[in-house]
Nanobody
Framework: QVHLVESGGGLVQAGGSLRLSCAAS????????MGWFRQAPGKERDFVAG???????YYADSVKGRFTISRDNAKNTVYLQLNSLKPEDTAVYYC????????????????WGQGTQVTVSS
């Protein structure tokens, strides 16, 4: 069982930056692939970025070059650095854990956090 808690969301102007954190419980954090998804009102929950146990990373085309995912296994934490934010990045951002490597789809993830709101004003 893995319990995930996101933090770091907020309101930021277009062009600004935020860093999201996701703290995980459990002693086997390093064996999980971790991912970030986002869901805007009325839309599907979409993959944003993923990182496997070996720290290989994967990104949605819409965020490549702007967002960076990383993990600190000693702290049981995964991060998402959001730079050059755009209004269309506004969404609830969810952290998730998967036993599969790599994991790029919602159904491949076993555990989910409660989400953190990111709002980008124009």
């Amino acid at each position: 069982q893995v319990h995930l808690v996101e933090s770091g969301g907020g309101l930021v102007q277009a062009g600004g930056s935020l860093r999201l954190s996701c703290a995980a419980s459990g002693r086997t954090f390093s064996s999980y692939a971790m991912g970030w998804f986002r869901q805007a009102p009325g839309k599907e929950r979409d993959f944003v970025a993923g990182i496997n146990w070996g720290s290989s990373t994967y990104y949605a085309d819409s965020v490549k070059g702007r967002f960076t995912i990383s993990r600190d296994n000693a702290k049981n934490t995964v991060y998402l650095q959001l730079n050059s934010l755009k209004p269309e990045d506004t969404a609830v951002y969810y952290c998730a854990a998967s036993r599969l490597h790599p994991a790029l789809r919602k159904y491949e993830y076993d555990y989910w956090g409660q989400g953190t709101q990111v709002t980008v004003s124009s």
